[in-house]
T-cell receptor
Framework: DAGVIQSPRHEVTEMGQEVTLRCKPISGHDYLFWYRQTMMRGLELLIYFNNNVPIDDSGMPEDRFSAKMPNASFSTLKIQPSEPRDSAVYFC??????????????FGEGSRLTVL | AQSVTQLGSHVSVSEGALVLLRCNYSSSVPPYLFWYVQYPNQGLQLLLKYTTGATLVKGINGFEAEFKKSETSFHLTKPSAHMSDAAEYFCAVVGGGGNKLTFGTGTQLKVEL
């Protein structure tokens, strides 16, 4: 398996623009997670899905952020409009149902977003 | 709610020296604890985990950690540091019904010649 695939790896945009980050989880994994990593706040869980359904979005910072998972093999995280404080590395991770509590998350390599 | 605290945001050791990265947890239930490693420009990967059973757990690359309930600790150690160990290390605990992995703030390990 190719692992969790994220795109783009790097994105530079201007304030006010829409940003869409994409994730392809590992085939067969039931859970998908979106994390954000910054120097100031560390790793924060934004939202997670189970079988394509959003379960907990309490970490989403504000209405400018939205996430979807239209099918088991694809998820997007959208920021509209983007602001400089959204600059961060965004990680997608997945795992299987069998690994609840005991299992590991498989992380993608991240999407580094810079908002000017 | 479960949480973890990592003491020391930066640790520097000489190659061949002992590595000790500290993690303390807070949990109202028996915790499931993890150490993840992040190499530059990469995602996180699992080093080792404690769920139940043996309190000394071994992971990849010669790392191990010991769960000490009396001290609410889960410190990560490696007897002899290698240059390739330079990375950021995150302690984590499971909460939220088993679905939420809460990470510590991370410890950047530097290995010097």
């Amino acid at each position: 398996d190719a692992g969790v695939i994220q795109s783009p790896r790097h994105e530079v945009t201007e304030m006010g623009q829409e940003v869409t980050l994409r994730c392809k989880p590992i085939s067969g994994h039931d859970y998908l997670f979106w994390y954000r990593q910054t120097m100031m706040r560390g790793l924060e869980l934004l939202i997670y899905f189970n079988n394509n359904v959003p379960i907990d979005d309490s970490g989403m910072p504000e209405d400018r952020f939205s996430a979807k998972m239209p099918n088991a093999s694809f998820s997007t995280l959208k920021i509209q409009p983007s602001e400089p404080r959204d600059s961060a590395v965004y990680f997608c991770a997945s795992r299987s149902l069998a690994d609840t509590y005991t299992g590991e998350l498989f992380f993608g390599e991240g999407s580094r977003l810079t908002v000017l | 709610a479960q949480s973890v605290t990592q003491l020391g945001s930066h640790v520097s050791v000489s190659e061949g020296a002992l590595v000790l990265l500290r993690c303390n947890y807070s949990s109202s239930v028996p915790p499931y604890l993890f150490w993840y490693v992040q190499y530059p420009n990469q995602g996180l990967q699992l080093l080792l985990k404690y769920t139940t059973g043996a309190t000394l757990v071994k992971g990849i690359n010669g790392f191990e950690a010991e769960f000490k309930k009396s001290e609410t600790s889960f410190h990560l150690t490696k007897p002899s540091a290698h240059m390739s160990d330079a990375a950021e290390y995150f302690c984590a605990v499971v909460g939220g019904g088993g679905n939420k992995l809460t990470f510590g703030t991370g410890t950047q390990l530097k290995v010097e010649l």
